[in-house]
T-cell receptor, first 119, second 111 residues
């Protein structure tokens, strides 16, 4: 088990460009979460998946953001027409839940994050 | 709506001292509370997970307690070392399965 992997670790882009981040969760984990973190703040929830189903999206996730987990394994987070306000660390986490939509008491494991800088 | 608060925002202590980090939350209807460590520019590393039915968890020099009725959790670090310098975050998982984080406490251990 290699833990949660995120790629790329750092992305610098110009305003208006599209960027995509990838997350590979711990292999047996069925829940996958995306968070955004800015300097001095705690992580803010963006969206999460149960297997391939996207169960909830935060109001923070504007229509420029889209996330997928097509086969219930890895996930991608795409940001279209990036803005300077999108500059942040994008964190992926995974956990194991024992029941669909049931209480999830599983431990949350994070990747190293993908830092986005929009110039 | 759950709110998680960590006070103080920053703390400096001499090496070797025992210390306590605080985490408070407004909604006591939680499934669990988890403590994390974050080094600058890195992701979060899980330290301890306390289920709602538990009162405390221990790992090495770390001990975390949970008092749901008062909406508080503490992380106790014994015999602090310079390598403990990091930001420590707590997060609650609510009955709606939302995981809410505090802003963290930046800990600096003075050699």
């Amino acid at each position: 088990d290699t833990g949660v992997s995120q790629d790329p670790r750092h992305k610098i882009t110009k305003r208006g460009q599209n960027v995509t981040f990838r997350c590979d969760p711990i292999s047996e984990h069925n829940r996958l979460y995306w968070y955004r973190q800015t300097l001095g703040q705690g992580p803010e929830f963006l969206t999460y998946f149960q297997n391939e189903a996207q169960l909830e999206k935060s109001r923070l996730l504007s229509d420029r953001f889209s996330a997928e987990r097509p086969k219930g394994s890895f996930s991608t987070l795409e940001i279209q027409r990036t803005e300077q306000g999108d500059s942040a660390m994008y964190l992926c986490a995974s956990s194991l839940t024992t029941g669909f939509l049931g209480p999830n008491t599983g431990e949350l494991f994070f990747g190293e994050g993908s830092r986005l800088t929009v110039l | 709506k759950q709110e998680v608060t960590q006070i103080p925002a920053a703390l400096s202590v001499p090496e070797g001292e025992n210390l306590v980090l605080n985490c408070s939350f407004t909604d006591s209807a939680i499934y669990n509370l988890q403590w994390f460590r974050q080094d600058p520019g890195k992701g979060l590393t899980s330290l301890l997970l306390i289920q709602s039915s538990q009162r405390e968890q221990t790992s090495g020099r770390l001990n975390a307690s949970l008092d749901k009725s008062s909406g508080r959790s503490t992380l106790y670090i014994a015999a602090s070392q310079p390598g403990d310098s990091a930001t420590y975050l707590c997060a609650t998982r609510g009955r709606d399965d939302k995981i809410i984080f505090g802003k963290g406490t930046r800990l600096h251990i003075l050699p």
